[in-house]
C-alpha cells in the first residue's frame, strides 16, 4: 500500500460526500484526486486508467466551471431523467465492447500494460458511463455497475487494495443512484 493510494482514497471518499451535499469543494477535491490517482495507475501499470483520469480530470474542471456559472444566476433547465432505447443500449455496448477490445489489442501489443484488456474495459465503459450520466440517461448507472465490479477485481488484483474498498463504495452508490433516479424518471420507454 502506498501513501499516493492512501490520499487518493481518503480524498475520494471525500468528494464523494462532498458531491452528496452537491457541495461546490467537491470540484476541486476531484481535480486533486484524479491526478494522485494518475499516479497511483501509472505505477501500478494501468496505463488506460492513468488515461482515464486525464478525462475525469477535463469533465472535473468543467463541473467546477459550471457549478460557479450557475451559482452567478445564469438561467438553467433541469435535464428530467430518461431511458436509452433499446437500438441506442444494443449500440453503447456493442460500440464499447468493439473499442475495448480494439484498446486492450493495442496497450497489449505496444505498451507493459497489466492486465490490458480490463483496463481497457474501465477505460471505455467509464467514458460511455459518463457521458450517459451528463446526459442523464438511467442507464448510465448500470454502466457504473459494471465498471466498478470489474474495478474492484482489478485493483484487488493489482494490490490496491485501498482503491478497491473505494470502488466498492462507488458500486453501492452507483446502486443508490440507480433507485434515486428510477424514482425521478420521466420518459419511460
Excluded: C
Aim: glycine letters at 8%.
Amino acid at each position: 500500500m502506498d501513501v499516493w493510494e492512501i490520499i487518493g482514497t481518503v480524498l475520494g471518499v471525500i468528494g464523494v460526500t462532498l458531491m452528496i451535499r452537491q457541495n461546490i469543494w467537491t470540484w476541486p477535491v476531484g481535480l486533486v484526486q484524479v491526478a494522485v490517482y494518475a499516479w497511483v495507475f501509472f505505477q501500478a501499470k494501468l496505463y488506460s486508467d492513468v488515461i482515464l483520469q486525464a478525462a475525469f480530470f477535463v469533465i472535473q474542471a468543467y463541473g467546477w466551471a459550471h457549478w460557479l456559472r450557475s451559482k452567478r444566476g445564469s438561467a438553467e433547465v433541469a435535464l428530467p431523467v430518461s431511458r436509452l432505447s433499446w437500438a441506442a443500449l444494443t449500440g453503447w455496448i456493442a460500440v464499447g465492447a468493439l473499442l475495448t477490445a480494439g484498446w486492450g489489442w493495442l496497450m497489449h501489443r505496444t505498451t507493459d500494460a497489466s492486465l490490458p484488456w480490463w483496463d481497457a474495459y474501465i477505460l471505455v465503459f467509464s467514458l460511455i458511463a459518463q457521458w450517459l450520466q451528463a446526459r442523464k440517461k438511467i442507464e448510465n448507472w448500470l454502466g457504473w455497475i459494471s465498471v466498478n465490479s470489474v474495478a474492484i477485481g482489478v485493483y484487488w488484483v493489482k494490490d490496491l487494495h485501498l482503491t478497491a474498498g473505494l470502488y466498492v463504495v462507488f458500486w453501492v452508490l452507483a446502486v443508490i443512484g440507480w433507485r434515486a433516479w428510477k424514482k425521478s424518471l420521466t420518459l419511460p420507454v
